[in-house]
């Protein structure tokens, strides 16, 4: 529905700038609200509003409005072809956003973490996140969150926070299960897959059996998490579950 709307929206702003008759726009965008069930009031506003910006004698305002419109356009675009979205770390901030995704979810959340990028969850971005993902494991929705930590050496296993993170999927909450497993191990299965699908990612979660999967697709380093892209595309969540369930399955699973 909201993308949908927006693409209406689009429309209205490039017919009201393009016209100079108040009474053509009217017609135009009463012809655009008879086909769709969103609401009139919601449109008719932004089409106010922009009109407004308009009358100003400085067009900045407008134009600026106008390329944005014209990005959400593409961005619908590609979402509707690819099943697809680019997330921004705000936009993992934002629990409003995350939970309709989380709501939807039947089984397990199954997610990737290198040792190194541990630290990630003390940031605000990542806190906000665990938290969120934690506080519906009490819930019971997802039932279990599963991880795979890579490690690059035996020396990150020993690292403070990389204990307390294995402490608390193994010993201190239900609903928690990992398996930690070399960068080695990881690669032989990732790396080829890699060659053979390039956009897959050795960072992602998967949300349920059969609903999204995030891929991180931009860091500043191994700490800060910028963007990413979450995705409904069959083919590629069984890319990334069959890479989960195939990665380190014969390697020992680490204990406390």
């Not at 909201?2 to 009474?23: D, F, P, Q, T």
């Not at 020396?155 to 307390?164: A, F, G, T």
């Not at 990612?201 to 931009?218: A, L, P, R």
Request: aromatic share 10%; with cysteine.
């Amino acid at each position: 529905m909201i993308g949908v709307s927006i693409v209406l929206l689009y429309n209205i702003l490039h017919i009201s700038r393009k016209s100079s008759k108040i009474g053509t726009i009217q017609k135009n965008v009463n012809t655009i609200l008879k086909t769709t069930n969103i609401p009139n009031e919601e449109l008719s506003d932004v089409n106010d509003f922009y009109k407004k910006l308009a009358m100003l004698e400085n067009k900045f305002f407008t134009d600026m409005y106008t390329n944005r419109f014209k990005k959400l356009k593409c961005d619908l675009a590609s979402t509707i072809n690819n099943r697809s979205i680019s997330l921004s770390v705000k936009d993992m901030q934002n629990n409003t956003a995350i939970q309709p995704m989380i709501d939807q979810m039947e089984g397990y959340y199954s997610a990737t973490c290198t040792c190194n990028g541990i630290n990630w969850w003390l940031t605000e971005s990542g806190g906000a996140f665990i938290s969120f993902i934690h506080n519906r494991i009490a819930q019971k929705n997802p039932h279990k969150i599963r991880r795979i930590f890579i490690y690059d050496s035996e020396q990150d296993l020993k690292d403070h926070s990389v204990q307390i993170a294995f402490c608390l999927h193994n010993n201190i909450s239900e609903g928690y299960e990992f398996r930690a497993i070399s960068r080695k191990v990881f690669n032989s299965v990732f790396t080829p897959l890699r060659e053979e699908h390039k956009g897959i990612d050795e960072d992602f979660g998967i949300f349920g059996d059969k609903k999204f999967v995030w891929g991180t697709t931009m860091r500043t380093n191994i700490h800060d998490i910028k963007s990413g892209t979450l995705t409904m595309n069959t083919s590629e969540l069984d890319l990334y579950k069959d890479l989960f369930e195939t990665s380190g399955i014969e390697e020992n699973i680490i204990t406390m």
